[in-house]
């Protein structure tokens, strides 16, 4: 029996149709994009290609007749091929396999599979990474992920790394214009490091405060604190020089942080709250890399702001609070300490029991004067347990946020507000609130003795109070 022409034109439409519709809708649900990923991971190994240089060509002896041509590391540097901006590098010696860990911002709606360019002695060499965006993003477009990079076979100390996307000129090696990020945390150490605590200060942008400046890094020191570092975009030059004076005295260290230049950086923590593409000027990048940078220099890091002092009630200082909080919730965790607020709209005396050391002079300097507000707002809900602050062991820690961590090995964990509580200075979270209802709190003022001096020390030696200053 012969086959209907009709019928058979009929059922080759509906074949095409079919076939139409199967390769739109795979296209546009992000099955094709997943495709291309798999068959990009199983049709390339590991090592993409491999260029072998001449001692004279290497990186570290860069002629003008070599394929590359050596120059500064960069410190933030575009992936090409995409929107993405990589921020800094660091050998990660805590997983199964060793990789390099790239800290990255992302525009978070892109789909990128990343080639991770290894430079290794005299060879280069490449592998694919895999992007792990962070879940803290605050709903701006872009955020932060963490980009890792197996170490291809023989390649166990790599001098530098760039990323650049798969699809973009894959076979390139020798790419001029190509900016490569030093690879940072060559040597895992356990022990022995060069500073006890450091702070992590992010991120500084039209600072203008500077008593408070000056009496945080003096307090800091009191409670054993040997690093400070600060992220700045912005700030004053009466801040500049107070930055450059403990820069200058080995206390503190001044990162440059100029994503602006790379994504449009919000003001605000949350879009509504200021426009822009990445929240609060790229703190968060900033935070996990200085948790990243000091993961091998400091044995606990601290991550806080500059108006805010986690003050132990028990013991003096972080080095006998440390192994206290060890003790009672194990080692290695991630400390939360409850936030407290002392608006600063609001100047009261302290009671008659309690006297003030001389504070004459700091009237005159630009800034807020801890000491003035002593009266604390009654802890809500939401300051208690979404605006605290931490100290970890950086080695535990893999990912870090504003307010505690994402990932980490030993999780966290609530410190006793009687143990220590976290001091924050700054414009009041419950405006409305009478002032009778304010709670004094003066454990502040058991550092005067020590605390006053050093303030008023830093601020002669840097020409905010003349040489011979009433206090």
């Not at 058979?8 to 649900?29: A, H």
Request: net charge neutral; proline share 6%; charged share 15%.
């Amino acid at each position: 029996m012969g086959h209907n022409p009709k019928i058979k034109q009929f059922m080759w439409i509906i074949y095409v149709i079919t076939i139409i519709y199967l390769i739109y809708y795979t296209y546009n649900t992000g099955l094709f994009y997943h495709w291309r990923l798999w068959k990009y991971n199983r049709t390339v190994p590991p090592i993409l290609d491999e260029l072998h240089m001449t001692h004279n060509s290497s990186p570290e002896h860069a002629g003008s007749q070599g394929p590359y041509t050596q120059r500064p590391y960069a410190f933030l540097a575009a992936v090409k091929g995409t929107k993405t901006v990589l921020i800094s590098a660091y050998l990660e010696h805590r997983t199964d396999k060793k990789e390099v860990c790239a800290i990255a911002v992302v525009l978070r709606s892109e789909k990128v599979a990343y080639r991770c360019v290894f430079r290794c002695q005299e060879k280069q060499l490449l592998s694919n990474g895999v992007a792990d965006i962070y879940t803290h993003h605050f709903g701006f477009a872009y955020g932060t992920a963490n980009i890792m990079c197996p170490l291809p076979s023989g390649c166990e100390t790599p001098s530098s790394i760039a990323v650049t996307s798969a699809d973009a000129n894959s076979t390139s090696t020798n790419d001029p214009n190509q900016e490569f990020l030093e690879v940072k945390n060559q040597q895992e150490k356990t022990e022995s490091f060069p500073y006890n605590f450091t702070v992590c200060i992010s991120t500084m942008f039209d600072f203008t405060n500077v008593l408070q400046l000056v009496q945080s890094l003096e307090m800091l020191q009191l409670l054993g604190v040997n690093r400070v570092v600060v992220y700045k975009t912005s700030c004053s030059p009466e801040t500049q020089r107070i930055l450059d004076y403990y820069t200058q005295k080995g206390l503190l260290e001044v990162i440059p942080w100029s994503l602006s230049r790379y994504v449009n950086v919000s003001r605000g923590w949350l879009p509504e709250h200021g426009p822009g593409e990445l929240h609060y000027f790229g703190q968060i990048p900033a935070l996990n890399d200085c948790l990243y940078r000091y993961m091998y220099q400091s044995r606990y890091v601290a991550l806080h702001d500059i108006d805010e002092l986690i003050l132990p009630q028990k013991v003096i200082s972080w080095v006998e609070l440390l192994p206290l909080l060890e003790n009672q919730y194990g080692a290695n965790k991630c400390y939360m300490f409850e936030n407290n607020v002392f608006p600063i709209n609001v100047m009261l005396a302290p009671p008659a029991s309690q006297s003030l050391p001389p504070q004459t002079d700091w009237k005159n300097v630009t800034g807020v004067n801890i000491l003035a507000h002593l009266y604390q707002e009654p802890i809500i809900e939401e300051t208690h347990y979404s605006n605290f602050k931490i100290i970890v062991n950086p080695r535990a820690v893999f990912a870090t946020t504003v307010h505690g961590v994402l990932k980490s090995q030993h999780g966290c964990s609530w410190i006793d507000r009687n143990i220590a509580r976290m001091y924050h200075t700054r414009f009041p979270r419950q405006p409305n609130l009478a002032k009778d209802k304010l709670i004094y709190d003066g454990r502040l003022l058991s550092y005067s003795a020590h605390f006053t001096p050093a303030v008023n020390k830093v601020l002669r030696e840097t020409g905010f109070l003349p040489e011979h200053s009433t206090q």
